[in-house]
């Protein structure tokens, strides 16, 4: 017999818990919303794993990665966050109540935010797994570059990423060895890229090449390569290795219900909203052009703050819009077209007129436009014809006569 699940409510639930899924949470919570924030493996995500970060606004000092996280987790549970670290099985994001899954537990949510990040595509070499992160094996040049100053370092990859990065990594290291799968002079940058990697003194490039194996005592000091075409293994020496082969979003279980790019990302507007209303996503996961700390702090707040305005406009939009014991007259207007604005005395004069009858509301669309999608018409003004419960018709020629023939 299948055990019970447990079951919890909470106003928001987040699924992940680096940066981006620690400041929608400390933004969420700060607006007095019941928050939840789930992590299946470490909390500050692979931020963590760099050993310093000298472009975060604030921390001059080039900090570890972790501090940073360590500092956004203390502030999350001084403001009331809850974590769970536990991996999520199963979601259910349609309706207005979200189902988020756990081996044992089932947590009931408002609003969901999805902040699950990706994770490097790897090699899979040999003793790969031991190296990872800070013993050697790192995936972003922005953030350690600087410590790889007078250093050798190994670059796998020749993509626009590989590149562009490792040309990035010349302005620190004294030389940036690059593995090339592909004969010589073929690469999968562009064009441009390519000209300047070739002619840049400090990079050298090993042709025909793939990752066999990873070396060294505690911390990597040995790339060993395969040469495709002579088939013989080629040990290069180094201080470090950059992977950049491509990144892996962690979306699995959102792909039936999430509008997703072919890639995986999960597709937002500007507010992080997704296909699925209250549902919310935010940081690396997301498809955008600049994954970084500082652009996942960006898109947390957003998410959180987003969440707290669907919570509270879907309030509004059940308790005063919606009323199923009156019809009602919803007048969706932007304040900052006077003609618009010229017809309110209208609509002030009709609620007193007849208050008693029927439920008269304004929506400013120039303030938040959430109430008024949710009326299904983005053409104002308008007003809505509300008949138990459910938008009966638009009246878009808003005079008395006209909104008491529909609203009768």
Request: hydrophobic share 40%; with cysteine.
């Amino acid at each position: 017999m299948a055990r019970e699940k447990k079951v919890e409510y909470y106003d928001v639930v987040v699924i992940g818990a680096g940066a981006a899924g620690l400041t929608a949470a400390i933004y969420s919570a700060r607006a007095r919303l019941n928050t939840l924030i789930m992590e299946k493996a470490l909390v500050g995500g692979l931020a963590t794993y760099t050993n310093e970060i000298e472009n975060y606004p604030g921390f001059p000092n080039s900090p570890k990665g972790e501090e940073i996280t360590d500092e956004m987790k203390a502030q999350a549970k001084k403001m009331g966050v809850k974590f769970k670290l536990t991996e999520v099985q199963k979601v259910e994001l349609e309706g207005e109540e979200k189902v988020v899954e756990t081996f044992r537990n089932k947590f009931i949510a408002k609003s969901v935010i999805l902040a699950t990040g990706g994770r490097p595509r790897i090699t899979k070499a040999k003793n790969e797994e031991d190296y990872l992160f800070d013993k050697g094996i790192s995936f972003c040049a922005t953030c350690d570059a600087a410590a790889n100053t007078d250093k050798t370092v190994v670059v796998i990859g020749s993509g626009d990423a590989a590149i562009e990065e490792g040309m990035f990594l010349t302005k620190f290291a004294k030389k940036v060895i690059v593995s090339v799968m592909h004969d010589e002079g073929t690469m999968d940058c562009n064009e441009i890229a390519k000209e300047a990697a070739l002619a840049n003194p400090k990079m050298e490039f090993i042709w025909n090449t793939v990752v066999e194996s990873f070396e060294g005592e505690g911390h990597l000091d040995t790339v060993v390569l395969k040469d495709l075409k002579a088939n013989k293994l080629v040990p290069v020496k180094c201080d470090n290795c950059f992977e950049f082969i491509g990144y892996v979003p962690n979306t699995e279980i959102f792909k039936e219900q999430i509008d997703l790019t072919p890639q995986g990302y999960i597709l937002t507007n500007d507010r992080m909203e997704t296909n699925i209303e209250g549902v919310f996503a935010c940081g690396d996961v997301r498809e955008k052009w600049l994954k970084q700390v500082a652009t996942a702090v960006g898109d947390g707040a957003i998410a959180g703050f987003a969440a707290e305005k669907y919570i509270a406009e879907s309030e509004v939009f059940e308790q005063t819009i919606m009323k199923k014991d009156k019809n009602g007259a919803i007048y969706v207007y932007n304040a900052i077209e006077a003609d618009q604005r010229e017809l309110l005395p209208l609509i002030e004069e009709m609620t007193e007129k007849h208050r008693a009858d029927f439920n008269f509301c304004k929506i400013d669309v120039y303030k938040s436009d959430g109430l008024a999608k949710r009326l299904g018409r983005t053409e104002y003004p308008y007003v809505a014809i509300v008949k138990d419960g459910q938008v009966a018709e638009y009246v878009t020629e808003v005079n008395e006569d006209a909104i008491m023939a529909a609203i009768k």
